[in-house]
Structure formats: structure tokens, C-alpha cells
């Protein structure tokens, strides 16, 4: 079992990351946090205890410097660049290539909200490498043009109260051409709070990447 803090470079920056990779891992899923979160999001760490209990490594990474998180909270300046995210992701991708101990695994990308576009966005980018994406209450349709060029599996997954990100995933979902589905959680709103949603978010997860990561 590795687990470790790490630093991923991603360009002259160096952003901060947590990863687990257990004994025998049968593929890596790499989280890309949403808007205002970060790589210590409960909700992303509960999901990714699941995921290493099922057999995945993962990888929780700040998509942003210190600096730049800074920044955000005042502005909002970064949070809806998919462009930088979503480079910065395909870093770590790449990162994790150069590692002995991951150069072997599939890789998987887990976006929640905004993080959801920047991994479709590096799938694109790294469509060698990713071999599936999950949406966990995610806005894909920020990718744009690129949900058309989206070659691995891509599963949405959204609260059947969270109406109007619902609306967005399926009319994201019909520019998809790769495979795909929109799973809903009956009765979840956004954040998935109510009891046994996120538990439920996890197991659907856990069965796409069990799926596509093999």
C-alpha cells in the first residue's frame, strides 16, 4: 500500500496531492475537486475510500497553488477556467505515467461541479491514458465543444433534486458521442447530503471504473 503526499508539477507550479494506490490496484482515478473545494473535499474523500476498498488507487490533488486559492475566494478568477483545470489535471496524468508504481493502471478521472468539465476537457487531452470519466453532480456542459470529442465512457451522475444541473447533464449528454449515461439519485440535491446519496454516488462509481478500467 503507498499512501503519500505528493507534489504533482505542473509547469513551474507544484500542486499539492494526496495518494493511495493499494496492494494490487487494478487502475488509478485521478479527482478533480469543484468550485471552492479542494483535495480535502469530505465529500471526493469519501467517494475515493470506497474506490481504494474497491480495489482503484487514488489521487486528490488541488487544482490550484495556495496563492491562486486565494485569489479565488476573493475573486473567482480560476474556478470556472476549465482551461487551466483541465491542463492541469493532464498533468497529473502524465505525472502518474512517470511513476513505476502507476505506469501500468488505467487511468479514471472523477470530476465533481466545475471539476467535472476539466476532466472531460483532459480526457480529451490524454485520450491514450484515460480510460473512463465519472460526473459527480458536475457541470459537463462547461467543456463546450469538447463533450464531442470525449473518446472514453463517461458516466453523469446527478441528484433527481438538483433540477436545473440535471438539465444541463442531459443536454450535455446528447452532444456526448462516446459512450455514456446519466444515472440520477432519487430525492439528492447538489450536494448529495441526504442519507445513503453520496454512499449511492460511490457504489455507481465504483461500478463504471470497475467497468471501463480494466
Given amino acids: 500500500m503507498v499512501s503519500a503526499s505528493v507534489t504533482v508539477p505542473s509547469g513551474a507550479r507544484g500542486l499539492r496531492?494526496?495518494?493511495?494506490?493499494?496492494?494490487g490496484a487494478r487502475g488509478m482515478v485521478l479527482f478533480a475537486h469543484g468550485s471552492g473545494s479542494s483535495?480535502?473535499?469530505?465529500?471526493?474523500?469519501?467517494v475515493a475510500g470506497v474506490l481504494r476498498d474497491a480495489g482503484f488507487g487514488?489521487?486528490?490533488?488541488?487544482?490550484?497553488?495556495?496563492?491562486?486559492?486565494d485569489e479565488?475566494?476573493?475573486?473567482?478568477?480560476?474556478?470556472?477556467d476549465i482551461g487551466l483545470l483541465a491542463g492541469r489535471l493532464a498533468h497529473a496524468v502524465d505525472?502518474?505515467?512517470?511513476?513505476?508504481d502507476a505506469v501500468d493502471l488505467p487511468v479514471g478521472l472523477f470530476g465533481a461541479s466545475t471539476g467535472a468539465a476539466a476532466a472531460l476537457v483532459a480526457a480529451t487531452e490524454r485520450?491514450?491514458?484515460?480510460?473512463?470519466?465519472?460526473?459527480?453532480g458536475g457541470r459537463p456542459d462547461l467543456a463546450g465543444d469538447a463533450l464531442g470529442l470525449v473518446a472514453c465512457p463517461v458516466l453523469l451522475v446527478v441528484g433527481g433534486a438538483d433540477h436545473e444541473?440535471?438539465?444541463l447533464n442531459r443536454r450535455a449528454a446528447a452532444r456526448l458521442s462516446?459512450?455514456?449515461?446519466?444515472?440520477v439519485v432519487p430525492g439528492a440535491t447538489h450536494l448529495f447530503a441526504e442519507p445513503g446519496a453520496l454512499e449511492r454516488v460511490a457504489q455507481l462509481a465504483a461500478g463504471w471504473f470497475g467497468e471501463h478500467l480494466s
Fill in 39 to 46: 483535495r480535502l473535499s469530505p465529500r471526493n474523500r469519501a
Fill in 165 to 167: 444541473v440535471l438539465d
Fill in 72 to 80: 479565488d475566494a476573493a475573486t473567482g478568477r480560476h474556478r470556472f
Fill in 127 to 136: 485520450p491514450r491514458r484515460v480510460a473512463a470519466a465519472v460526473s459527480r
Fill in 178 to 183: 462516446a459512450p455514456h449515461r446519466v444515472d
Fill in 58 to 69: 487514488t489521487l486528490l490533488l488541488d487544482l490550484l497553488t495556495g496563492a491562486e486559492e
Fill in 17 to 23: 496531492g494526496d495518494l493511495e494506490i493499494p496492494a
Fill in 95 to 100: 505525472w502518474l505515467e512517470g511513476r513505476p
